[in-house]
């Protein structure tokens, strides 16, 4: 403490922090102003700066924690969708997500589909099975329904299936399958083999959100986030998510002011055989880093080349990678080297990661890699060699909990032995390579930061299987490290944020549990009841509701899921939303003339006419204003 600290516009006191600023590992109250700590310390000492104006907290003796970190998370392409989605994370029986799914159909208008979009695996149902056709078909007999099942298989109804135009005469999609009956008809399970394509590309057949409701719905997805600890989040791109077109809503809502999440982003290629071009154009407009601390630039990847891209979908073998993979990769990773972006690669099998070390090996010998923090996603089967390899480069791996949902078909097709250290977390940490961890949120695993700690520590799939032997699980300091102070090498930023530091942004959360007290077995099911960004209070629940400084109006459209379930295990509909009372408000500040408060209804509407907004536009409605 000097007498330059600043006068704190926010005190927190009667907590126990957990710093994990190993020179002052603990402390019970803290400081903030200008949205970063100002004083971590004592209560005597730091409630002695408290102004006029400052506020006060007391905690209460909770434990107090760094904001959690994704390192890989879909943030962007998940927002703009995410009032349309029904989630099953962390519902645990079937009979309730079909429960929730019959609920969801009969409150969606037409042409509107009902989806769930991964986030779960069946292995996490009391029933351990996925519905039948005939199930949804009863449920839905007229309303669409697609649900997402991890990256291997995709289930329609009838209803979907006719929206999509999928018949007997649609041919096979290369690297995928429409399974069909003996007539030739497509029954409504697509697979992939291995290639997730044809899942993807019917889920963009579906209709999307007015640009308003999208920024709505982002705004939603950023406070599921922060109601779970999340502040901050490395966005890793996606198929289906072109920039700068698709970044539209993101931009905006920091423009604004409206971010709740520091997001770091990645820009990921669009165009088989185009990906130098996509690279070298991005390079020209775009600059590694511009941006702020709520939204900066991170470089390139998920997806660098098409060719390079071994999707998981432990129910099929590996795929072996085309020969032409090191020509595209080095084309591409010479451009992101002269330019100095790091990079992030998709890569799930060893045998893709060393043949992607022998490129980088090969442009490091010309252009110095040292100094980029590029680095490989996910690695499920990395090899030692291929750890030292990337340890040499200066490269680093993000690891992310996909084992917790898809654990189960691994041991299947590999063994469990071969599952004890995949990926070898411990190891890589042992050996000093630069590791983190993150979720890789919203099609495949949860976006849930608990659901991946519980496994870092215990071992575990979401269906209770025993992967890993204590000799590759963690200590709960370590693997939230491994979400916190870890992260930040992976977005350049360490020593801003990652602890409770002075100097650091002032982001912290407030578990609704002691995480390092309570039982192994109660970790996943963790809340945050106070989320803090910046030194403002973006989320509070309980005794802490009171402090909030961000309002988020209804979910919209008024159908929406969010609206009645809330996010992960449907918490919304626990503490007993009536779905017919939150049908009520659209959560805009003005009424249509046409249409009063029901927006949602008037865009969803069959009509007569291909441009539904310039339709309604002609009337003088208002819904296109909201």
Known sequence: MTPATPVPELILHGGRFTTLDRSQPEANAVAMADGRFVAVGSAADVMAL???????IDLKGQRVLPGLIDNHLHIIRGGLNYNLELRWDGVRSLADAMAMLKQQVAITPAPQWVRVVGGFTEHQFAEKRLPTIDELNAVAPDTPVFLLHLYDRAILNGAALRAVGYTRDTPEPPGGQITRDGAGNPTGLLLAKPNASILYATLAKGPKLPYEYQLNSTRHFMRELNRLGVTGAIDAGGGFQNYPDDYAVIEQLARENQLTIRLAYNLFTQK?????DDFLNWARS?????GDDYFRHNGAGEMLVFSAA???DFRQPRPDMPPQMEGDLEE????LAENRWPWRMHATYDETISRALDVFEKVNRDIPLQGLNWFFDHAETISERSIDRIAALGGGVAVQHRMAYQGEYFVERYGAAAAQATPPVKRMLEKGLRTSAGTDATRVASYNPWVSLSWLVTGKTVGGLSMYPRSNCLDRETALRMW??????????VGKKGQIKVGQLADLIVPDRDFFAC????????TSVLTIVGGRVVYGSGGFSQYEEVTVPPAMPEWSPVRVYGGYAGWAQQRGASPVAERVACGCDHACG????????AWSSRLPVSDLKSFWGALGCACWAV
């Open 594 to 601: 046409v249409h009063g408060h029901q927006h949602a209804t």
């Open 286 to 290: 775009s600059r590694y880093k511009q």
């Open 50 to 56: 408290a102004g006029p104006a400052t506020r006060v």
């Open 519 to 526: 039982p192994e077995a109660d970790i996943a099911d963790t």
């Open 310 to 312: 071994d999707f998981e």
């Open 272 to 276: 088989p055989k185009q990906e130098k």
């Open 332 to 335: 591409v990773v010479r451009v």
């Open 484 to 493: 916190t102070e870890h992260v930040t090498w992976f977005s350049n930023e």
